[in-house]
Every structure is written in C-alpha cells, then in structure tokens.
C-alpha cells in the first residue's frame, strides 16, 4: 500500500469526495438510442452523435454500457453533450467495437446509464493529460472548462499523427496544446509522459486529469503528487455489469469499484490502491499490468 497523503491537505480533500451519480433505478434500463451524425476522428475512432432519451445529462467523466443484440455490452466515456445529443468517440480493438464502426447514421444502438463519477471542475488552471482514446472523456472537461472561463494545457500522446484526437475542438476551447507520438511523425518523438518536466515548468497548474493507459495515469498523478498538485484520473477497468455487483472492475485493497465509485478517482485514493500495478482480467484474476 503506497499511503504518500503527507503532500496533501487530505482532510480538505476528504470532505469534498468526488462527485457521483445519483444511481436511481432509471439509469439501469436500456434506452434506444438513433445514430444522428458520424465522424471519424482517426483512422481507427469514430465518434457516434446518439439522441437518446438518457434519464439525466451525462458529466465529464461519465460512461454509458453500449449494447447492440448478439454481441457484448461495453463501457465507453461520453466525449461531448449538446442539445441533448450524446457523443460516444469509439476506438475500433475487438469485434463489438467493429460493429458498433459498421453502424450509419439513421441506425440505433441500446445505452444504459450514465453511469459513475464525475470530473469535479472547481480548479483554475488545468493539465489535462491524453493517451489515445482517453482523450474522449477529457475534450469533454475540456468543454465544460471552457464555459466556465477556464483554461489551459492539453498534452495528447498517439502512436502517430493520424491518431492524434480532438486537438482542434481542445484549442477551440482556450487550451494550449502539445503533441507527443511514438514515432515522431508530429510534436514530440516518444511517449506523452516525456512532456511532463517541461510541462511542469513551463505552467503553473491548479489541477491535473487524466486518461489513457494505466501505466502512463499513474506517472502523471505521480508527478503531479510529487508536486502538490491535485489530479484526477478516469480509469478503464474490466467491466461486466456496469452496477457494482460483479466485482470485476475492483480496485483493491480498498474495494472501489470502478463503475460505481468510479471510473473518476483522485490522486490521494489512487495512491492507496493497487492502481497502475495490479488489475483483474476478464475471468477475473487478478494480473500484474
Ligand atoms: C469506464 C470505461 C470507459 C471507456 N471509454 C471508452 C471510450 O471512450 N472509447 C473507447 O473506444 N473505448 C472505451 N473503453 C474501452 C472499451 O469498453 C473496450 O475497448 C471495448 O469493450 C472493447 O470491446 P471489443 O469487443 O470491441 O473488443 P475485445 O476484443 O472484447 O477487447 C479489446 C480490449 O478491450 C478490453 N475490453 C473488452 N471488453 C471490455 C469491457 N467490458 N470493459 C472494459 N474493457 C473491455 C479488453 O480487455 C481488451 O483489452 C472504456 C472502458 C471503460 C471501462
Ligand atoms: S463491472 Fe461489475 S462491479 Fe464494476
């Protein structure tokens, strides 16, 4: 157990928990959802416009279950709400998420939630740091910030330029931006935890959120805990029923849930888990990440 809580006011922190859904009977039932508009963000996600009557409006942060007949139900991060239309950004690695890309404008596909906790967005100066698709739930804080008259940086990591997500609708909103991709061929060669030093000094910050790969989460709530600054990370856990009773998205030893009292976290929680070392796979053993 890594308890590291000396840098921070925890107590301060504690008695402002992060925020969560109100999880009434309503956001468990499956509503139809119609394909208004597509877009393909990358060669490899494409963002679905979806009019659904959801029972609230989903918050940076949250998810809904997507499920279409004959295949499996899966989480994805709500990427944008406007006008009561809902924007899922979806990565294509598996035969659900192949389906769902196979689907027009016009068609329909079934959505419970949202689902789980949200982003609290009460801080000034943001970093908001993105790996591949995590970047969906983030250029919704993104929006949000914006509207309040909040500000800052976007950092995005891609394998290479054409995976690179969101980097206009991110400047759209008053966010500078900064690139990293594995092979070089935009922003930075390497990976996006590289940028984090000169990020750091460069820009003061209030608050940091993220979301991509576990292992590169962890560096920066890291980071940003060596600092004294406050992050918060969306976590991507294995998840079977989506409600809190499987137990296969836990974070152990403090039995979180990740679809429950998650997939949001803050850097003092995180740290007392086994986040960024251990998960469950999807029969359930736990595994080193
Ligand atoms: C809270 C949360 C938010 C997410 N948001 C997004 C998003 O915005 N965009 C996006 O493209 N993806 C998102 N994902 C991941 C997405 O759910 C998986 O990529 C999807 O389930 C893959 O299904 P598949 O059948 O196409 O591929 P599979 O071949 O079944 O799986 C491919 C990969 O996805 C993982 N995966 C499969 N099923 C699940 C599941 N039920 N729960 C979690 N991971 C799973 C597998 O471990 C594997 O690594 C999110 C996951 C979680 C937990
Ligand atoms: S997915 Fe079942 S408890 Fe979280």
Known sequence: MRDTSENFD??????SPQPSATRGHENFKFVQAKIEKRVDESPSVRSFYLNAPLPSDPKPGQFLMVWLPNSEEVPMSVSGHEGGITRISVAKVGPTTEKIHKLNPGDFLWVRGPFGSWFKLDANFYLLVAGGYGSAPLVYAA??????GKKGVYAIGAKNKS???FLDEARDCGFEVFISTEDGSSGRKGVVTDMLDDLFSKFKFDSILTCGPEKMMFKVIKEGFNRGIYSQA???RYMKCGFGI???CVLDPLGL???VEGP?????TLLKTEFGSWRRSPSGRREKI
């Open 246 to 248: 499987c137990g296969s």
């Open 264 to 268: 949001v976290f803050d850097s003092i």
């Open 143 to 148: 929006k949000a910030l914006s509207r309040s």
């Open 257 to 259: 849930r990740v679809c």
């Open 234 to 236: 969306s976590l991507e």
């Open 10 to 15: 925890t107590k301060k922190i504690l008695q």
């Open 163 to 165: 995976e690179l997500l």
